[in-house]
T-cell receptor, first 114, second 109 residues
Framework: DAGVIQSPRHEVTEMGQEVTLRCKPI?????LFWYRQTMMRGLELLIY????????DSGMPEDRFSAKMPNASFSTLKIQPSEPRDSAVYFC????????????FGPGTRLTVL | QKEVEQNSGPLSVPEGAIASLNCTYS??????FFWYRQYSGKSPELIMS????GDKEDGRFTAQLNKASQYVSLLIRDSQPSDSATYLC?????????FGQGTELSVKP
């Protein structure tokens, strides 16, 4: 079975540019999570969806960040405009249920903003 | 106080020894607990989940949970150099996983 798929795997962009990260969750998983990982702050939850509906976006750092899930098999995380402090690894994860919440992670997107 | 706390390490053990990784959490309503392994440059990989007090064994791994003490641990028996990684403790709190900062484990041949 295919795991969580993310693209691109690496992104290098210049400050001020728009960045779009993509995620395809495991088929049948109702929950999708976006995380950001840095050395300083560790793994932080940005937002999560249940059945394509955003449930908690309290971790989204500011209005420059937005996320959508137009259908059960696709989600995007957009940063506009990007800043150097957004440089991090962004992970997408999915799970069957929030009851036990076993989450499976994608390979991540390493974002570098120059 | 952080919601999930782990010793950052690094924890260094010789090959064949038992590695013991510890985690404490603050939210008493938490019901499910996880250990993830993350190799450098890779994504977190789920290796153990535990939901009730006591021990749960899977191969060389044993997870231990004590809800009264708000404490979770992971034991790795017969440690191998391939176990060298960062181990993340995660606690399911109100629909979200809260991760600790991770403990770096180094197994020396």
């Amino acid at each position: 079975d295919a795991g969580v798929i993310q693209s691109p795997r690496h992104e290098v962009t210049e400050m001020g540019q728009e960045v779009t990260l993509r995620c395809k969750p495991i088929s049948g998983h109702d929950y999708l999570f976006w995380y950001r990982q840095t050395m300083m702050r560790g793994l932080e939850l940005l937002i999560y969806f249940n059945n394509n509906v955003p449930i908690d976006d309290s971790g989204m750092p500011e209005d420059r960040f937005s996320a959508k899930m137009p259908n059960a098999s696709f989600s995007t995380l957009k940063i506009q405009p990007s800043e150097p402090r957004d440089s991090a690894v962004y992970f997408c994860a999915s799970s069957w249920t929030s009851v036990n919440n076993e989450q499976f992670f994608g390979p991540g997107t390493r974002l570098t903003v120059l | 106080q952080k919601e999930v706390e782990q010793n950052s390490g690094p924890l260094s053990v010789p090959e064949g020894a038992i590695a013991s990784l510890n985690c404490t959490y603050s939210d008493r309503v938490s019901q499910s607990f996880f250990w993830y392994r993350q190799y450098s440059g890779k994504s977190p990989e789920l290796i153990m989940s535990i939901y009730s007090n006591g021990d749960k064994e899977d191969g060389r791994f044993t997870a231990q949970l004590n809800k009264a003490s708000q404490y979770v641990s992971l034991l790795i028996r017969d440690s191998q150099p391939s176990d060298s990684a960062t181990y993340l403790c995660a606690v399911n709190g109100r629909g979200k996983l809260i991760f600790g900062q991770g403990t770096e484990l180094s197994v020396k041949p």
